[in-house]
Every structure is written in structure tokens, then in C-alpha cells.
């Protein structure tokens, strides 16, 4: 396993160590356009990886041979920690996910690295709409694990927002087969800036639907089902309540469920 930083020009700026754990240490500053590419050295497989060691690690899918990561540019960084991408000592991790890790029942949605750009890794996430295409409004904020829900805006208050569009649609997919058993939802709950949906559908890629009734509040909200088997989901139909409030967001998508390919 191999971890390289590149940089907008195509140079490789740092070559690291191929060992077990696939760590490494980059002593110097991010630039606009650098992005990190990992060669895993085999085709398809599941890893765990802190590709900044600000942010929370993710079991994720990769279909390929590697996988890339582009850093965030600093014009686009407010739904990440101040902290983030910033100073000239980046630690980096990647390493296969053990059978054991991938046995245990887990949120599939969560990916703190997701991006708009980058479908080399899953899960990702896409919506037909977002806020002022502004990036802590993104659809990525719903699945990146933080679910601060009482304000809006930047880190740690992001979510996907969707610019007031009752025909607002939100997907995320998986890349691969998995079995699903349960949703749960986080909506923004920065009352009384935001209103609130009082329903919505989550349509399966297996063709199944399944309706949900929601509430307001700041708290999860679950949703229980017989075991899917299912590559997507969409999430639509979401209809907000009669509250004077033009802002229902949603915070956190959590999809729990379990791996068919280990």
C-alpha cells in the first residue's frame, strides 16, 4: 500500500512508506489543488482510513485498485474544524478493515470524507439541490458523523440545506450490495430559524418504499424495517409543516445495516 500527496501540476510532492498500518506524516503546509492518492495494491476491498487526523476514521468501500482524496480547498473548509487541513503536520492513515470489523452491525451511511467530485470511494452522497451551493450546506454534511443540530452554518453546525425546494431530493450510495434494517434521521433543529418535515419517503433501490412520519425535535429518529438488500436509497417526498419557517435541513441520514461481501 502505497500514499502519495500530489499536487494541482501532477507532481508527486511525498511517496509513503508501503507497511501494514499505511501511515504516514506530511510536514508541510496544504496547498489549493493538492490531493492525496492511495494505490492499495489489489482491486476491490474495505479500508479504514483518517485521511486528516482532525476528523473521525471510516470503514469505507473502495471498488478499485485506489483511491483519492482531494483536499479541501480553504474557500470551501467552513464545514470542516478550524483545525482541519491547516499547519505543516498532516498524519494520514489507511489500513484493510479486519473480517471481524466488517461482521459487526454499523451506521453504512457514515463517511466523513465524502466529496461532491470524488465516487472512488463509498458511501457518497449527491442531492438534485443544495443551499447556495454552499459547502456547509452540502449533502456530505449529513453523513460526515456530527449531529450538532441547534444552530446552522458553519463547523460544527452543517447540514444539508435545500434552498427552500419542496422537491428537494437527497441519495446516497453504497457502491456495493449491503442489507439494510434500519434509517435514522437527525433533522436541524434550529428552531424557530428552521421549520421542520413532518414527512417524507425513502425509496430503496430494490424498488421497495417506505414512509416516514416525522417529528419536531432536536432528537434521532428511527425507523425500523424487515432486512433489505439494496445498493441505494433516496430519501424524497419531504413535505415541511406548517410553521412560518422557509428552513427544514436535515443534520445527520444514518442507514444501519450490515455487509453482504466480506
Known amino acids: 500500500m502505497k500514499i502519495k500527496l500530489i499536487n494541482q501540476a501532477g507532481n508527486e510532492l511525498y511517496i509513503g512508506p508501503t507497511q501494514e498500518q499505511g ?4 510536514n508541510f503546509e496544504y496547498q489549493d489543488g493538492d ?3 492511495v494505490d492499495c495494491d489489489k482491486k476491490e476491498g474495505f479500508y479504514k482510513i483518517r485521511l486528516e487526523d482532525t476528523m473521525m476514521e471510516s470503514i469505507v468501500y473502495v471498488p478499485n485498485t485506489s483511491f ?8 470551501n473548509r467552513s464545514s470542516y474544524s478550524p483545525k482541519s ?3 505543516d503536520c498532516h498524519i494520514i492513515t489507511v489500513s484493510e478493515a479486519t473480517k471481524e470489523e466488517l461482521k459487526k452491525r454499523r451506521n453504512l451511511a457514515f463517511n466523513p470524507y465524502d466529496q461532491h467530485e470524488n465516487t472512488t470511494f463509498y458511501p457518497h452522497s449527491s442531492a438534485n439541490v443544495e443551499t447556495r451551493n454552499e459547502a456547509t450546506f452540502a449533502s456530505r454534511n449529513a453523513i460526515d458523523g456530527y449531529f450538532y443540530n441547534e444552530s446552522h452554518g458553519c463547523f460544527p453546525f452543517q447540514s444539508w440545506g435545500i434552498n427552500r425546494n419542496p422537491k428537494a431530493e437527497f441519495r446516497l450510495d453504497f457502491g456495493r450490495t449491503v442489507i439494510l434494517d434500519e434509517i435514522v434521521l437527525t433533522l436541524r433543529a434550529d428552531f424557530p430559524h428552521d421549520n421542520y418535515w413532518t414527512d417524507g419517503t425513502v425509496i430503496f433501490s430494490d424498488g421497495s418504499e417506505m414512509h416516514l412520519k416525522l417529528n419536531k425535535t432536536k432528537e434521532r429518529q428511527s425507523f425500523k424495517f424487515e432486512p433489505k438488500t439494496v445498493q ?3 430519501l424524497k417526498n419531504l413535505i415541511k409543516s406548517k410553521e412560518p419557517s422557509e428552513f427544514p435541513a436535515l443534520t445527520q441520514l444514518e442507514a444501519w445495516g450490515y455487509e453482504t461481501k466480506i
Open 232 to 234: 441505494y436509497l433516496i
Open 35 to 37: 490531493w492525496i492518492d
Open 68 to 75: 483519492v482524496y482531494f483536499i479541501p480547498v480553504l474557500a
Open 85 to 87: 487541513f491547516h499547519g
Open 23 to 26: 501511515c504516514c506524516i506530511y
